[in-house]
């Protein structure tokens, strides 16, 4: 069964560092390029960041570029989200997606997981 499950959201107050951590199981991570989206209430679905299966390179989202950081560990099969100084614009629930493609152009993330809430709050 092919499956992505994320978790490490949480409360959060601004300036602060959560990781997020996305699971896949019936596939191989790496085969494929895979990342991160994110929606807040009221908002459309925004990419954060994505990871190319081809040569490995990440991108970013302007927002978080600096902040944010992308990691992939093929031995368990997870990709994480490394996020440090915290916003509350950052406030929204993360998805970790892939669209089965190879490379992070045009990154569609049109499969993804149930999501996990992030709150960055005082």
């Known amino acids: 069964q092919v499956q992505l499950v994320e978790s490490g959201g949480g409360l959060v107050q601004p300036g602060g560092s959560l990781r997020l951590s996305c699971a896949a199981s019936?596939?191989?991570?790496?085969?494929?390029?895979v990342g991160w989206f994110r929606q807040a209430p009221g908002k459309e679905r925004e990419g954060v960041s994505c990871?190319?299966?081809?040569?490995?390179?990440?991108n970013y989202a302007d927002s978080v570029k600096g902040r944010f950081t992308l990691s992939r560990d093929n031995a368990k099969n997870t990709l994480y989200l490394q996020m440090n100084s915290l916003k509350p614009e950052d406030t929204a629930v993360y998805y970790c997606?892939?669209?089965?493609?190879?490379?992070?152009?045009?990154?569609?993330?049109?499969?993804w997981g149930q999501g996990t809430q992030v709150t960055v709050s005082s």
């Open positions: 990871i190319s299966s081809s040569d490995g390179s990440t």
């Open positions: 997606a892939t669209d089965w493609g190879h490379d992070c152009s045009g990154f569609k993330g049109d499969y």
């Open positions: 019936g596939f191989i991570l790496d085969y494929y390029a």
